[in-house]
């Protein structure tokens, strides 16, 4: 398939070790914020979100930290496996917006 | 699979030509959106439903795209006089509400020669 992105950071782990993918997001008025992953020629996949009056979310293998004073979002996945390898990027709008407005994306490669 | 769906998956055309994509919701979600998405970027709104009403659109949309949802269900984005610049994976989205989660399509990447 082609390449969502290629030029991209990278984050390349070993299977089974953890992973943490950071992103800096810039209005201070974003309240809602999702980090959604994207395989290579496939649309973007919610993977988990956080509203502003939380600063940490569990999911299955995943968490989400919020750091507001510094604008920071980080998504760690434990125990990373080879079907986690994608592009990662976060996203974030308001309560009352309608769009999202996207990240520059990390590309998370799991080695074997 | 999300549940969204757009054809075609992939268009080559001829620049000048005009193209049209579809977009097929979740079926309970009212609000559909569209995105431009380039190599190495992440997706860019374009412009946003709800119901049958186009309410908001971005600066990206120049008069040359048009985008429709007659029956508040499937939308259709056209482009009219493609560029070489207009090349990208056009994706669709939808959300049952605003301000929450969007769940996006395979999208339709547009190649234009």
């Known amino acids: 398939g082609e390449s969502v992105g290629l030029h991209l950071p990278t984050l390349s782990v070993q299977e089974g070790d953890n992973s943490i993918i950071n992103c800096a997001y810039s209005?201070?008025?974003?309240?809602?914020f999702i980090w959604y992953k994207q395989e290579s020629g496939k649309g973007p996949q919610f993977i988990i979100d956080i509203r502003s009056n939380m600063d940490k979310r569990q999911g299955q293998r995943v968490t989400v930290l919020l750091n507001k004073t510094v604008k920071h979002l980080s998504l760690q996945i434990a125990a990373t496996q080879p079907g986690d390898s994608a592009v990662y990027f976060c996203?974030?709008?308001?309560?009352?917006?309608?769009?999202?407005?996207f990240g520059g994306g990390t590309r998370l490669m799991v080695k074997p | 699979d999300t549940g969204v769906s757009q054809d075609p998956r992939h268009k080559i055309t001829k620049r000048g030509q005009n193209v049209t994509f579809r977009c097929d919701p979740i079926s309970e979600h009212n609000r559909l959106y569209w995105y431009r998405q380039t190599l190495g970027q992440g997706p860019e709104f374009l412009t946003y439903?709800?119901?049958?009403?186009?309410?908001?659109k971005s600066r990206l949309l120049s008069d040359r795209f048009s985008a429709e949802r007659p029956k508040g269900s499937f939308s259709t984005l056209e482009i009219q006089r493609t560029e070489q610049g207009d090349s990208a994976m056009y994706l669709c989205?939808?959300?049952?509400?605003?301000?929450?989660?969007?769940?996006f399509g395979p999208g339709t990447r547009l190649t234009v020669t």
């Open positions: 996203a974030e709008t308001s309560r009352a917006g309608n769009m999202l407005t």
């Open positions: 439903f709800q119901n049958e009403a186009q309410l908001e």
């Open positions: 989205a939808s959300s049952l509400r605003q301000g929450g989660e969007q769940y």
């Open positions: 209005n201070s008025a974003s309240d809602y």
